[in-house]
């Protein structure tokens, strides 16, 4: 009975690890001089306190109002694409770019989802399927349905691309816990301080389900997810204007990206495709992985996933306290809780050397042990500079410290108590 109680209360906290708040603005010139926001190189077009940002999501569409769309906990076997209208909290263009968000009455600005409005909405899977001369072939009337509900997300992608001038999609899995509207807020937080120079894009998968048992039915809707995830890849992939694909997933929302990537790096190594030019894949960024250390050297490493990115950024608490209960729900060690005793001896350096990949601890988090990619100034600002500069750990663009244990250290010369906290509230539908 006290293990039964101890399983309960471990996954209350987990479903509860999504804050009702995030963050806004790192504050400016975290790391040097010259890193302001670069108001002047963002698009005329976008410098709007109203930007749209785009959704592909197999959350089940529930209809409230006229036009409205909002999507809840609930699966959909079919992928519906769409734009959501964010409200950033400033009243123009210029606040935006040169204010704080705190008022001089403490009053703190809002970033809040003001629409959404669906414009694909695709066939579920699996199709049917028909046996011609041997060959298990999809039935050819709803296969061209389909191929006709991808040209017209691609379509879409290409006008926004025409628009903009931006080649480059940003894009955004959440993890557990974590409503639609949140999904698209944090996403739009995270453009706007990496410039938005690139197309923002959120995949919401069904999360948020409630209740004692939420956790375990968060991770398997995000199970669920994957197809479609790989779905979304393949098609932006595809599109022949867009240039690279830069990645952030963060907590459960790890397991279904990495989980749709592999498949497509093993699908285009099988076609002798180099993986990263097929799939135009940039940046990855994993914050706070609910991933298992043991499978994602067995799957990941094994596979030679990294060869896929530019780099991959992954950022750790020992003691992020989400992750330390899903450790004891599943008996193994969490890649977001790493420490140097539960990696092989050597194996940091050599990822960083050959694999490009980094690993960051987070140090003294603030604003929620498990969601401070979001929460935490100085981790999203690193996060914005790796999206922004393309820059590895350690130089100029970046100074983070190498440690002697191997792990990269967020700004020692930036202590965290010396930062404004600077936040948002979101609104949850």
Not at 128 to 157: H, V
Request: charged residues 25%.
């Amino acid at each position: 009975m006290q293990i039964k109680h101890a399983l309960i209360a471990s996954a209350l906290v987990l479903t509860g690890c999504v804050p009702q708040s995030i963050s806004l603005a790192p504050p400016p010139n975290l790391y040097s001089t010259g890193q302001n926001f670069p108001a002047e190189d963002v698009p005329p077009v976008l410098r709007t306190t109203t930007p749209r940002i785009f959704y592909l999501t197999d959350r089940l569409s529930e209809r409230e109002g006229a036009g409205a769309e909002i999507y809840g906990s609930m699966r959909s076997e079919g992928m519906a694409f769409g734009t959501a209208q964010v409200q950033f909290g400033a009243s123009n263009w210029d606040d935006l770019v040169t204010r704080t968000y705190v008022d001089r009455g403490g009053r703190i600005s809002r970033l809040d989802v003001s629409g959404v409005a669906e414009d694909v909405q695709f066939n579920p899977v699996p199709l049917s399927t028909l046996r011609t001369d041997g060959a298990l072939i999809f039935d050819p009337d709803e296969e061209d349905i389909y191929r006709q509900e991808g040209r017209a997300f691609q379509a879409a992608i290409r006008a926004e691309i025409l628009r903009t001038g931006n080649k480059r999609v940003l894009l955004y899995a959440h993890g557990v816990g974590s409503g639609f509207d949140k999904s698209v807020t944090t996403l739009a937080n995270l453009w706007h301080f990496a410039g938005r120079k690139s197309i923002p894009i959120v995949f919401s998968w069904p999360a948020g389900n409630g209740g004692v048992l939420g956790y375990f039915r968060d991770r398997e809707a995000g199970d669920f997810s994957v197809f479609h995830a790989k779905e979304m890849l393949r098609l932006l992939a595809d599109i022949p204007e867009l240039e690279d694909i830069d990645i952030v997933a963060h907590s459960r929302g790890t397991d279904v990206m990495t989980k749709a990537l592999r498949e497509q790096v093993i699908f285009y190594r099988g076609a002798g495709k180099p993986p990263k030019l097929a799939m135009k894949t940039g940046t990855l960024i994993l914050a706070a992985a609910d991933l298992d250390t043991g499978v994602v050297r067995q799957r990941l490493q094994a596979e030679r996933f990294s060869e896929a990115f530019e780099q991959i950024n992954i950022y750790i608490n020992p003691r992020d306290g989400a992750l330390r209960l899903s450790s004891i729900l599943t008996n193994e060690q969490r890649l977001g809780a790493a420490t140097s005793e539960s990696l092989p001896p050597g194996e940091l350096a050599r990822l960083r050397k050959s694999e490009l990949v980094h690993v960051i601890r987070v140090e003294n988090v603030r604003g929620g042990g498990h969601s401070y990619f979001r929460d935490n100034p100085a981790v999203l600002s690193d996060i914005v500079l790796a999206l922004r500069t393309r820059a590895f750990p350690g130089g100029t663009l970046r100074p983070l410290e190498l440690g002697e244990d191997g792990f990269w250290q967020l700004h020692p010369n930036y202590p965290l108590e010396r930062l404004p906290d600077l936040r948002v509230e979101g609104s949850d539908r």
